[in-house]
């Protein structure tokens, strides 16, 4: 007895340790039960009036059965409408039909007079779909409930009637197929239970590698486009910003397995069908070119983005065109101006090495001529002196000694001049070697985040206090850039306006504008000089080229470099009505929504 206790015990424990469906699982299911139940209801309404006959005619069914069959029609049509409308307690309204089953079944099996086989075997669905609904524990309850049910209907007619008590051995092999039914639908739920687990996870799996993918691919610098039978099926936000086609808030990836998902009507179709009409508009040259390349096949080319306000912003871009398993194509987009600054930065290390090793060869004789030539000028100076001290005191001379002497002061003179001549080339060659010497100061730029709208007027408080600039912030921008080399930028092109405005007016005065077009920064110089000849163009940032007697040729040079080596460009605008040198800088954190607001500035 104990052994036997011990071993229920046992079971009801290892059941109340099951797995069960989770509530989505549980309430699909639940539905199709309770409609099974409705319609075996309805069923057995309408076969009990067909198949009851006698032999005097037809009869009707007695009254315990037309009400147990009524009441499990209406009770069953409002289980499932409970079930339908009620999402709480969902294994409890299962528990209370399960157990509603058994009963009527009961009450059929007793009406019908005799032991029926049919309906004893409705029991077992009753049994299998507790075991798939319900905890193990109130399934095992409600197994129990239909084996006492059977037992009690096949013991009370073997008295009743007088009937043998072979038929109580069924009853006994009824009872056990039940518990074999309940132990396998548990089994099969279990392992159900655990598949829709592994399912799961693997869904989350995979979402969370989808989501993980669309991140990286909306970080990354590069652009991204797929085309899919001739349509774009994917494009992240650096392929908006390098091709300078405004990226809605709600554009997102979407699955390029499927053509049919492009083809419904959904936002993410909407606007990448909008991103190809303005990639048709603005850059057919390159989607034409995109489509032309045979399935299958690769190409890598250099396009030149075309000559709007934007475009010059990034100016070239590098497309490698890759195909995909499935016939579509991968399109990648690399902004060239990460090239052009890694290749400045080998030139800036380059010529720093060379400049540092030449600077003391230079330099050493160079301080040495200026130094001579300072030392002649004294020279000559304190001669002229001492002779303009003895003639003042000699005043009686004879003439022939004023003849002498003044082709010696003209001499002297002339002496003079070549002095201070070869001492101001010298000065002249010491600022070249001072700009060149800059650029191996900063090999490598040391970029960090610089507010302009905070920046700019303590910078130019620093240098230009008595100087007119006035400044106008648009926007309140901020970029990466190597302050120091920013710095140096910022007084080449300003002395430079300052200098050319001054040769045209003279009032001389620059103008800075600063605001933000797209995904960059804009820093117009502007000045009311003469600006630059359409000859002077192609030269104007070559080394050592200039249009000043005074100038070394290497402001604009020296300035481009720095740029370059920060991920930035400076550009002469032609087209604009003032002398325009600009600097374009990636935003690192734009407000775009300020560009109505004008901060202005004047000092």
């Known amino acids: 007895m104990k052994l036997a206790l011990r071993a229920v015990s046992a079971i009801t424990n290892y059941l109340q340790q099951d797995e069960t469906l989770p509530l989505p699982q549980l309430r699909r299911l639940g ?34 059965q037309q009400t147990a069959l009524s009441f499990y029609v209406i009770i069953s049509l409002i289980l499932l409408g409970l079930f339908y409308v009620v999402t709480k307690n969902l294994r409890r309204q299962l528990a209370f039909g399960l157990a509603l089953d058994v009963i009527i079944l009961s009450l059929l099996l007793y009406t019908n007079g005799a032991p029926d086989l049919q309906l004893t075997m409705l029991y077992m669905v009753v049994v299998a779909a507790s075991f798939m609904l319900l905890y193990g524990s109130q399934a095992l309850i409600i197994t129990l409930l239909a084996i006492i049910f059977v037992i009690y209907q096949q013991f009370f007619y073997a008295i009743a009637n007088s009937m043998s008590l072979s038929n109580l051995g069924d009853a006994l092999l009824m009872s056990a197929s039940f518990l074999a039914v309940g132990v396998l639908s548990w089994s099969i739920s279990q392992r159900l239970v655990q598949v829709e687990q592994v399912a799961a996870n693997q869904a ?160 050493n004789p160079l301080a040495a001529i200026s130094q001579a030539s300072q030392l002649l000028m004294e020279d000559v100076v304190e001669s002229e002196r001492n002779k303009a001290a003895e003639h003042s005191t000699i005043s009686s001379t004879a003439d022939h000694t004023t003849a002498m002497t003044e082709p010696a002061n003209t001499y002297m003179t002339g002496n003079h001049e070549l002095y201070e001549m070869i001492f101001s080339q010298t000065k002249r060659v010491n600022r070249i070697i001072e700009d ?11 970029q960090q985040s610089i507010l302009l709208a905070d ?149």
């Open 436 to 446: 060149i010497l800059k650029l191996s100061r900063q090999q490598v730029a040391r």
């Open 455 to 603: 920046w700019l007027p303590l910078f130019l408080d620093n240098y230009f206090r008595d100087h007119d600039i006035f400044l106008r912030v648009y926007t309140n921008p901020t970029i990466s850039f190597d302050m120091h080399q920013l710095e140096q930028v910022l007084i080449n092109l300003i002395n430079n306006g300052l200098r050319y405005s001054s040769y045209a007016h003279p009032h001389a005065f620059v103008e800075i504008e600063i605001y933000c077009a797209d995904n960059d920064v804009i820093i117009d110089i502007l000045d009311d000089g003469l600006g630059v000849s359409s000859n002077d163009l192609q030269h104007l940032f070559n080394p050592f080229f200039t249009t000043d007697e005074a100038g070394t040729g290497l402001g604009l040079y020296l300035s481009q470099a720095f740029c370059e080596a920060n991920q930035a460009r400076l550009l002469y605008i032609p087209e604009h009505q003032k002398t325009c040198f600009r600097l374009i800088a990636p935003a690192i954190d734009t407000d775009g929504h300020d560009a109505d607001k004008r901060l202005t500035q004047d000092q």
């Open 204 to 363: 989350k799996e995979v979402e969370r590698l989808n989501v993980i993918n669309q991140e990286v691919i909306t970080q990354m610098v590069n652009g991204v486009i797929v085309i899919d039978r001739q349509h774009i099926v994917l494009a992240n936000l650096a392929a908006h910003q390098l091709l300078s086609i405004p990226h809605p808030p709600l554009a997102s990836m979407l699955d390029t397995s499927s053509h049919l998902r492009y083809e419904q009507n959904n936002p993410e179709a909407t606007l990448l069908a909008d991103f190809q009409h303005q990639l048709k508009e603005q850059h057919l040259q390159l989607i034409d070119a995109c489509l032309s390349v045979s399935e299958g096949l690769s190409r890598s080319f250099v396009y030149e983005l075309p000559a709007v306000a934007n475009a010059s912003v990034i100016g070239k871009l590098r497309v490698q065109i890759i195909p995909l398993k499935d016939n579509s194509k991968l399109i990648m987009l690399e902004d060239l101006r990460r090239e052009q600054a890694s290749a400045q930065q080998l030139k800036l290390a380059s010529l720093g090495q060379l400049t540092a090793s030449i600077a003391h060869e230079i330099r």
């Open 31 to 64: 539905l199709i039960y309770s409609s099974y139940r409705f319609i075996v209801s309805v069923f057995f309404m309408l076969m009990v009036y067909v198949t009851v006959k006698s032999d005097s005619g037809s009869l009707l069914p007695s009254l315990l």
